[in-house]
Structure formats: structure tokens, C-alpha cells
């Protein structure tokens, strides 16, 4: 809609804060609105209505915040749900089609490995999650030498041609 949403992982440059950057957005202007607090390393983020669902950086989680833009400016968030990734090592990316409850993550495993990569795909995710952990049984992994995967970084869906395409750092060029 009318919002824009960055996340700010810590970093000496940004006084090591882990944060929701939140705009209002119109064809002529982007203002600032408000700002979280966070308390885990950021990296991906993905919106759907007023959930926001973030991945923990350095980590196998993914955190879930519900009724995003209602929460109290300047407030350290809370997440809802943690959802642990069996396998993962560190997750990156995500998309998420609310219409068909499917999840994708990208797991970069090690970052200076470039053949360690996977792409993890999460039918019924809002099921399969909801105990806060998405077992090996309940997902779908893509890895090995063949898939090409050694440090995705993020991860698109377009359902229009039935593709998935996954930004990849170590392989290819880049």
C-alpha cells in the first residue's frame, strides 16, 4: 500500500542497531513514519497485509510479527513466533504467497563455500509452522553440486510462469 519497510542489521556505522525502518510512501514522497527496535540481527524481510516475517540473520529462524504497523514507535518488537529451519545453517532470503501458504527461504550455508547452498520450499507453512519449527519431513530442499546454489542471498517467486529465481553470490559471478 502506501508503506515502505527497510531492515537495518547492526553494524558499526549504524551504532550496531538492529531495526524496522517504517515510511509512508506516495508517487512524489517517502517520510519517515516510525522505527522498531530489534531484537535480532536482521537480513530479509517480507510483508503480507500486517504480518511481517524477518529472518534472523546467523541463524536457522525465522521470526513472525503480527499487526506490524500497530506496534509503538521506538518499542523493541517482540516476535510472535520463532520458527526454527531443520537443516538450516544461516538463512538469507524469503518470499512468502499468502494464497498458497508456501514459504521459500534460501540457506547460504557457509558463506565461504560456495557449493553448500540450498533453496528450501514450505507448503502449508502457517501449519507446518505453528509449533515453531519446520522439520526435514516438512519441506522441500534443493542442494548438491547440480543445483548451482552456494551462497543464494535472496529469493523471488514468479507465479504467473511457475519459476522461482534466487540471487546467487558465489557461483556464476554473482
Known amino acids: 500500500g502506501?508503506?515502505?519497510v527497510a531492515a537495518q542489521d547492526a553494524a558499526d556505522s549504524n551504532g550496531n542497531l538492529n531495526r524496522f525502518y517504517i515510511y509512508d510512501a506516495s508517487p512524489t514522497s517517502i517520510t519517515l513514519d516510525k522505527f522498531y527496535e530489534s531484537p535480532v540481527n536482521?537480513?530479509?524481510i517480507t510483508l503480507t497485509n500486517t504480518t511481517m516475517y524477518a529472518i534472523e540473520d546467523n541463524s536457522s529462524n525465522?521470526?513472525?510479527f503480527n499487526d506490524f504497523f500497530n506496534q509503538t514507535a521506538s518499542s523493541?518488537?517482540?516476535p510472535d513466533l520463532t520458527v526454527s529451519i531443520e537443516n538450516m545453517v544461516r538463512t538469507h532470503g524469503l518470499t512468502y504467497d499468502a494464497e498458497n501458504d508456501l514459504m521459500i527461504l534460501t540457506d547460504v550455508g557457509d558463506?565461504?563455500?560456495a557449493?553448500?547452498?540450498a533453496l528450501v520450499v514450505i507448503k502449508d507453512f502457517t501449519t507446518v509452522s505453528g509449533d515453531g519449527m519446520v522439520s526435514a519431513s516438512e519441506q522441500i530442499r534443493v542442494f548438491g553440486a547440480s543445483s548451482n546454489l552456494g551462497n543464494p542471498v535472496d529469493v523471488a517467486l514468479d507465479k504467473v510462469n511457475n519459476?522461482?529465481?534466487v540471487a546467487e553470490r558465489a557461483n556464476g559471478g554473482g
Open 111 to 113: 558463506g565461504g563455500n
Open 42 to 44: 536482521l537480513w530479509g
Open 163 to 165: 519459476r522461482i529465481y
Open 62 to 64: 525465522l521470526d513472525v
Open 115 to 117: 557449493t553448500d547452498g
Open 2 to 4: 502506501s508503506k515502505l
Open 76 to 78: 523493541t518488537l517482540v
